[in-house]
T-cell receptor, first 115, second 115 residues
């Protein structure tokens, strides 16, 4: 089974609007971390935000927030007030305590911000 | 603090040749992971090194190998190159805090083209 599933291959959003990128995960480990990365066309993966499985509150980093719904095993990324520079691939990833070192990545969502 | 650096950034090789890619992690990071990214297969985990030891390995043939030096710098080697090895190779480093689930930071990647 896929550890991380991103069902939206491509998304479009109007500049200044908010957008939600979906991510579901699969694990039986009670201790895990969820991550989002941004990959612009230049290729470098940029770390955006982290959510721990025991965190009571949703993580936020500037315009990024993570909508963590543990029972549904979802960790959606919300980008508020989209900017043209947000156009990129976005990857959801997970790390489990029992496997420790390995990151599991989803297939990514391509976001295009329309002026 | 300097980020993860990878050299070279671009490489063109011929089938049958071998190639060595280099990665210098963020200072203080002892865990280094390698990934292969292609349009068809997405981001695939190659291997992870910590304290000069390979801790995790992905599902790649033995032509792909790596090592880590005492200063945490890492190299990966691909022997007998095939056309399908054309990809963006990403290196990522992270702190290793025991069981803490910390994020990885990626380098800019090496784009390998095999002709």
């Amino acid at each position: 089974a896929q550890k991380i599933t991103q069902t939206q291959p491509g998304m479009f959003v109007q500049e200044k609007e908010a957008v939600t990128l979906d991510c579901t995960y699969d694990t039986s480990d009670p201790s895990y971390g969820l991550f989002w990365y941004k990959q612009p066309s230049s290729g470098e993966m940029i770390f955006l935000i982290y959510q721990g499985s025991y965190d009571q509150q949703n993580a936020t980093e500037g315009r990024y927030s993570l909508n963590f719904q543990k029972a549904r095993k979802s960790a959606n990324l919300v980008i508020s007030a989209s900017q043209l520079g947000d156009s990129a691939m976005y990857f959801c990833a997970m790390r489990e305590r029992r496997t420790g070192n390995q990151f599991y990545f989803g297939t990514g969502t391509s976001l295009t911000v329309i002026p | 603090k300097a980020g993860v650096t990878q050299t070279p950034r671009y490489l063109i090789k011929t089938r049958g040749q071998q190639v060595t890619l280099s990665c210098s992690p963020i200072s203080g990071h002892r865990s280094v992971s390698w990934y292969q990214q292609t349009p068809g297969q997405g981001l695939q985990f190659l291997f992870e090194y910590f304290s000069e030891t390979q801790r995790n390995k992905g599902n790649f043939p033995g032509r792909f190998s790596g090592r880590q030096f005492s200063n945490s710098r890492s190299e990966m080697n691909v022997s007998t190159l095939e056309l399908g090895d054309s990809a963006l190779y990403l290196c990522a480093s992270s702190l290793d805090l025991g069981t803490a689930l910390v994020e990885q930071y990626f380098g800019p990647g090496t784009r390998l083209t095999v002709t």
